[in-house]
């Protein structure tokens, strides 16, 4: 079982930034897929953005241009920095890891490994 352990939320004024930090118990990053999702009480969660062992992304199109995925393979953290924040922002945000497959697409797979959340909210 693979531990993933979420940092960086926070409070923030809308047009802010804040940078989530998610380090997982893995040797090294190749061969999985990693994802950060949002989920607002009662609703389902959604997938924000996912990158692949190659470094290829996806991004919700409501993210797109003002958050970026990245991840520091020598101390195997997964980054989501958010830029431009916006009210409908406001969400749990989980770090998620699961095995990759050349074939597959990383922003539709089914993720098995979740972290606890971080909680991020951006007031008006």
């Known amino acids: 079982q693979v531990q993933l352990v979420e940092s960086g939320g926070g409070s923030v004024q809308a047009g802010g930034s804040l940078r989530l930090s998610c380090a997982a118990s893995v040797d090294d990053y190749y061969g999985y897929c990693m994802g950060w999702f949002r989920q607002v009480l009662g609703n389902a969660r959604e997938a924000v953005a996912t990158i692949d062992p190659l470094g290829d992304t996806s991004y919700a199109d409501s993210v797109k241009g003002r958050f970026t995925i990245s991840k520091d393979n020598a101390k195997n953290i997964l980054f989501l920095q958010m830029n431009s924040l916006k009210a409908e922002d406001t969400a749990m945000y989980y770090c998620?890891?699961?095995?990759?497959?050349?074939?597959?697409?990383?922003?539709?797979?089914?993720?098995?490994?979740w972290g606890q959340g971080t909680q991020v909210t951006v007031s008006t």
């Open positions: 998620a890891i699961t095995s990759w497959a050349p074939a597959g697409n990383c922003y539709t797979r089914s993720y098995d490994n």
